[in-house]
């Protein structure tokens, strides 16, 4: 979209045809990003440190959650990950000799 479009660019515009609306959308594309991608770069970090905070939020952590349980292939595999851990957790802290009782409020959080 930088590089190979305003290359042939001009190879359209001399033609003289009236270019179909795929071309023109991607020719208008390629100006897009070449005049804002200092923009683009920033609301795409911006938009990651936004989703890691909503992430650790404890809606945000529901609502993905439900959401990565909800998928068709992921959910699956989510719900193995997380009995696997929960699992793993409650048999190394039993392993250490802590009581079943506080095993369990630990594993709960």
């Given at each position: 979209m930088t590089y190979v479009i305003p290359k042939i660019e001009p190879l359209f515009m001399t033609t003289g045809v009236d270019l179909p609306l795929v071309?023109?959308?991607?020719?208008?594309?390629?100006?897009?990003?070449?005049?804002?991608?200092?923009?683009?770069?920033?609301?795409?970090?911006?938009?990651?440190?936004?989703?890691?905070?909503?992430?650790?939020?404890?809606?945000?952590k529901y609502t993905l959650d439900t959401l990565y349980l909800r998928l068709p292939l992921i959910g699956s595999v989510y719900r193995n990950f997380i009995i696997v851990r929960v699992a793993s957790t409650l048999g190394l802290l039993l392993e250490a000799g802590i009581p079943i009782l506080k095993t369990l409020d630990l594993t709960a959080e």
């Open positions: 071309t023109r959308t991607l020719v208008s594309s390629s100006r897009f990003i070449q005049d804002h991608f200092i923009l683009i770069i920033a609301l795409f970090i911006a938009g990651i440190f936004a989703f890691k905070a909503y992430e650790k939020s404890v809606y945000g």
